[in-house]
């Protein structure tokens, strides 16, 4: 978000991964407040970037949510930030009765605790008058954001309580846990979680390029017919098909296991 938004987002999605594989503590019990920590780094490393004209993030940003699927606990961690929401999959016998679950809440300015924070912090929240609520500095018109926490965004965290602090949780799967849906909100203004699932249940693993077109393309279309081609929303789509996962783990060999 923002106008320099793809910037941020593209220099997240090349080190965030990078920082959470690195980190010692990795695939240890310490991994939800590593997690954390590495979000905190994360922005860290924007503002340096932002002083060295690497990237201009004064006033652009981006969500993120992130995935950390443990195969051998069968289980998996998530930590996110703004309104990039998960949702699981959940399927029993016919798929297309398949049912989508929120794992993660939206950061909106509006909710009780994020309010608190930001106007603590000198912030201000106010509602736009169409859609939403959005945060601006104590006597300024600017940043005007819709979400309560994120990545990037310098002036909104230096002045008006944003945070880069992603909220941790831990979910184990069961055996009729089926996909995973990790999608900017730009997907889900109009399409509901168990919708999204539906739409994704009637491909293959195999097929889970197709699939993510697909969603994508329906979360495009219905912005079109709703708001008459004027405005599109960011459309992201992160499909997992987790009892295909499950399958090929037990075919391999213990030792590779």
């Known amino acids: 978000h923002g106008q320099k938004g793809h910037d941020v987002s593209n220099f997240v999605k090349e080190n965030l991964p990078k920082l959470i594989i690195r980190d010692e503590r990795f695939k240890s019990r310490e991994l939800m407040p590593m ?7 994360m922005q860290s490393l924007i503002s340096t970037a932002d002083r060295m004209k ?3 993030a004064q006033m652009s940003g ?3 949510t992130v995935c950390v699927h443990d195969h051998d606990q069968n289980k998996i961690t998530l930590a996110h930030v703004a309104d990039s929401t998960a949702v ?4 029993k ?3 297309k009765d398949g049912e989508g679950i929120m794992l993660t809440r939206d950061h909106k300015p509006n909710l009780r605790d994020e309010r608190a924070r930001i106007e ?8 736009d008058g169409y859609a939403n609520h959005r945060v601006y500095a104590k006597n300024a018109r600017y940043p005007g954001l819709n979400m309560s926490r994120c990545l990037g965004d310098l002036m909104g965290h230096a002045e008006c309580g944003i945070s880069c602090e992603p909220e941790v949780s831990e979910h184990r799967l069961g055996a009729d846990d089926s996909h995973l849906l990790l999608c900017s909100d730009g997907v889900w203004e109009f399409i509901k979680p168990t919708q999204g ?5 009637e491909y293959t693993a195999a097929q889970s390029m197709a699939a993510a077109e697909r969603l994508a ?3 495009w279309d219905r912005w079109i017919r709703e708001e008459g081609g004027g405005v599109v929303d960011d459309i992201t789509v992160v499909v997992m098909y987790l009892d295909a996962m499950r399958q090929g783990a037990a075919e391999q060999p213990a030792s590779q296991t």
């Open 35 to 41: 997690l954390k920590d590495i979000f905190k780094t």
């Open 54 to 56: 690497k990237l201009n």
């Open 62 to 64: 981006t969500t993120a």
């Open 88 to 91: 699981l999959g959940r399927t």
């Open 93 to 95: 016998g016919n798929k």
């Open 120 to 127: 603590k912090a000198g912030g201000r929240v106010v509602f």
């Open 197 to 201: 699932v539906q739409i994704v249940a």
């Open 217 to 219: 393309k329906e979360a």
